[in-house]
C-alpha cells in the first residue's frame, strides 16, 4: 500500500525551538507539498518541491524553510517557532503535477507553547 | 490568480438524505484540473475524483456524483442516501494546467450525517 508517512502524529514545542517536520513517501513521486491546515482557512501550501534539491515557495513560506536531500523525503524547518505556528501540517505528494491528485500524510498536529 | 469556495461551512443530514456540496471556482485557465478530497476524523486526505476542464461529463462511483459546468464555474458533489461513514469535511480543488501546477484548496465543507 503507498503511502506518505509523517514522523509525527501530535508535537508540543516551545517559543523560538527549531522544529523539524519530517515526510517520507514511498512511491517514486517528484513533486511533493506541504501544507498548513487552519479553521476556516482550508489547505494552503506553505513550500513545494518538483525535484531533489529543489523547493519553491507557495503561498505561505514566511518563517518556514524546507530540504529535499532524496526524492523519498521533504522536511519543513521552523527556524525559529512562533505560537501562530500552531497548525495542522499536511505533508503530499504527487505524480506528474498535480493532474492525478495527491498522496496525503495523516497530518501533524504542532502545538507551539 | 486562482479562487476555490465552498460556502458551506457545515451541512448536517439525516442518514439515508441526499445531499450537495457545493464548489465555485475561479481561474483564467483555459485548461485546469478539479478535485474532491476527503478528510475523515483520523485526518488523512483522501483523493475522490479529478476532472479535467475539457470534461464536463457528470461521473457517478456509486452513491456519489459530480456535476462539473463551466458555464457556471462550478464543480458540486453529491451524496446520495448519505451514511454515517460519509462524515467528514469535503475539499474542492483547482490545479492550474501550466507553471508548477499547484493546487488551491477551497475552506472544506464539514458534512455530519446523522444517524
Known amino acids: 500500500d503507498v503511502k506518505v508517512t509523517q514522523s509525527s502524529r501530535y508535537l508540543v514545542k516551545r517559543t523560538g525551538e527549531k522544529v523539524f517536520l519530517e515526510c517520507v513517501q514511498d512511491m517514486d513521486h517528484e513533486n511533493m507539498f506541504w501544507y498548513r491546515q487552519d479553521p476556516g482557512l482550508g489547505l494552503r501550501l506553505i513550500y513545494f518541491?518538483?525535484?531533489?534539491?529543489?523547493?519553491e515557495k507557495g503561498d505561505i513560506p514566511e518563517g518556514y524553510s524546507v530540504s529535499r536531500e532524496k526524492k523519498e523525503r521533504f522536511s519543513l524547518i521552523l527556524e525559529s517557532a512562533s505560537t501562530n505556528q500552531t497548525s495542522m501540517y499536511l505533508c503530499?505528494?504527487?505524480?506528474?503535477?498535480?493532474?492525478?491528485?495527491?498522496?496525503f500524510g495523516s497530518g501533524t498536529r504542532l502545538t507551539v507553547v | 490568480a486562482q479562487k476555490v469556495t465552498q460556502a458551506q461551512t457545515e451541512i448536517s443530514v439525516v442518514e439515508k438524505e441526499d445531499v450537495t456540496l457545493d464548489c465555485v471556482y475561479e481561474t483564467r485557465d483555459t485548461t485546469y484540473y478539479l478535485f474532491w478530497y476527503k478528510q475523515p476524523p483520523s485526518g488523512e486526505l483522501v483523493f475522490l475524483i479529478r476532472?479535467?476542464?475539457?470534461?464536463?461529463q457528470n461521473e457517478i462511483s456509486g452513491r456519489y456524483s459530480w456535476n462539473f459546468q463551466k458555464s457556471t464555474s462550478s464543480f458540486n458533489f453529491t451524496i446520495t442516501a448519505s451514511q454515517v461513514v460519509d462524515s467528514a469535511v469535503y475539499f474542492c480543488a483547482l490545479s492550474e494546467a501550466g507553471g508548477y501546477q499547484k493546487v488551491t484548496f477551497g475552506t472544506g465543507t464539514k458534512l455530519q450525517v446523522i444517524p
Open positions: 476532472r479535467n476542464s475539457f470534461d464536463e
Open positions: 518541491s518538483y525535484d531533489v534539491k529543489m523547493k
Open positions: 503530499a505528494s504527487g505524480l506528474g503535477q498535480g493532474q492525478y491528485g495527491y498522496t
